[in-house]
C-alpha cells in the first residue's frame, strides 16, 4: 500500500509529462499527435516504474481491461487472416490498445488506495483545466501573430487562421476546451473551486 507521499510522488510524476505532452510545440507530420500521445505513455510508463519500486504495491487489474485486451485480439484475428490490406496499419492500433489497457490497470491501481481516486481525480481536472487555460493564451499569441520560438507553434496558413495552440490540430484542441469545462463542473460541484473563480475560467476559455 503507497503511502500518501508515495502516492503525491506518483501523480506528480505522472502529472508533469502528461501536462508537458499538451504544451510543447513540436509534431511530426503526418503524425500529429506522435508526441502529445508519447508523452502521456511516458508519463503512464513511469508511474509504473515508480510503482514497480515501491514494495508491496499489488496491480489491479480491473474487468473493464477485457475490452482493449478483446479488440486486440479482433485486430491480430483480421490480421492473421489476411483481412488487413497492409498489415503494418495494424500496428498503430493495438499500440494504442495496449496503451488503453495500461491506463486502465493504472487508474485502478491508483484508486484502490486510500484516497487514491480522489487524488486522481483531483489531478486529473487540474491538468486539464491548467491544459485549457494556457492553450487559450497560446492561442491569442497565434491570433495576433506573435512568435514566441520554442514556445508556441507557428500557425503556416495565415489566410485561413485557425488557432489550435500547441495542440496542432483545431478539434483536438476543442477536445482538450471541451474536458477543462468538464474540470471547472467537476471542481465546483465537489466544492473544491469557488464559484466566481469558476464563472472567470469558464469566461475566459471562450
Not at 510545440?25 to 508519447?38: K, M
Not at 474487468?63 to 478483446?70: K, Q, R, T, V, Y
Not at 478539434?171 to 466566481?196: D, E, H, K, P, T
Amino acid at each position: 500500500m503507497l503511502t500518501d507521499k508515495q502516492l503525491n510522488r506518483m501523480l506528480g510524476i505522472f502529472g508533469f509529462f502528461f501536462l508537458f505532452g499538451f504544451l510543447h510545440p513540436n509534431h511530426l507530420h503526418p503524425y500529429r499527435e506522435f508526441f502529445h500521445d508519447g508523452f502521456v505513455a511516458l508519463a503512464i510508463i513511469l508511474a509504473f516504474t515508480y510503482l514497480a519500486c515501491s514494495p508491496r504495491i499489488t496491480l489491479t487489474f480491473p474487468f473493464l481491461i477485457i475490452f482493449p485486451a478483446g479488440l486486440i485480439g479482433v485486430i491480430a484475428l483480421q490480421t492473421l487472416l489476411g483481412e488487413v490490406l497492409f498489415p503494418i496499419d495494424s500496428l498503430f492500433p493495438i499500440i494504442y490498445l495496449v496503451g488503453f489497457g495500461l491506463a486502465i490497470v493504472f487508474g485502478a491501481t491508483v484508486a484502490s488506495h486510500e484516497k487514491g481516486l480522489e487524488k486522481l481525480c483531483v489531478t486529473l481536472a487540474v491538468l486539464y483545466l491548467t491544459i485549457g487555460l494556457l492553450s487559450v493564451m497560446l492561442q491569442q499569441l497565434q491570433l495576433f501573430d506573435i512568435d514566441v520560438p520554442r514556445i508556441v507553434m507557428t500557425i503556416q496558413d495565415r489566410e485561413q487562421l485557425r488557432p489550435y495552440a500547441n495542440i496542432a490540430q483545431p478539434n483536438m484542441l476543442a477536445v482538450i476546451l471541451c474536458c477543462s469545462l468538464a474540470s471547472i463542473w467537476w471542481l465546483y460541484s465537489s466544492q473544491r473551486m469557488r464559484g466566481w473563480i469558476s464563472l472567470s475560467f469558464v469566461l475566459f476559455l471562450f
